[in-house]
């Protein structure tokens, strides 16, 4: 299969028959890998490293304009056309219409599924990033605090809330796991490991919380899918 996209004048595909994966090991990063895993699906990993800006390379800015990862590319879209995709909730329920996995088909457990996963990015990974921002990199420094401490406030009641939701529950959406899931682990996961952050949000007071995440944690496919973006 010849892929004409720009992209691959920079990145070659060594399977060029694959689906596509521009990734690093950020909480979007690995949302995608995660999810790949999890559906079996075959594809080729680009690690775009964002300290050297390949991001802002013109070849990936082809793929996507907002220079940020994850993207992909997938030769065996819809109607057999190649497709390309950045945002990784976009790329997430792609995938999982794709793969018919890790998304209901009913369609109100369908749109309640993608709530939560419009919950993760337009609140969670916002928030807990700036936690991670004055906490962890250079806001670290700044003397006034009041900056730092309401995004900690504003990340301990998002807990709060899906320490709620979790209650009774295996999975955000109960006994199936889904993509909610898999937006939701690597934001958790570098909140408290990463960031450093753990203590500053009362981690140990979201019971529910800690148990799905090690649940979550303790799955094969997103101990692969984790990895996949540190090599």
Known sequence: MNLQHPIFKRWPAQRPD??????????NGVKVSIMLEETGLAYEAHRIDIMANENQDPAFLALNPNGKIPAIFDPNGPGE??????????????????????LSADPAIRYETIQWLMWQMGGVGP???????FNKFAGKAYEDKRPRDRYVAESARLL???DKRLAGRDWVMGGDYSIADISLLGWVRNLIGFYEAGELVGFDRFAHVQRWFDRGLARPAVQRGLEVTAA
């Open 160 to 162: 709060g809330v899906l």
């Open 18 to 27: 694959r689906l596509q994966l521009f990734p690093l090991p950020t909480p």
């Open 81 to 102: 056309r190649p497709v390309a995709l950045f945002e990784s909730g976009a790329i997430l329920l792609y995938l999982a219409d794709k793969t018919g996995q890790l």
């Open 127 to 133: 928030m807990f990033g700036q936690v991670g921002f």
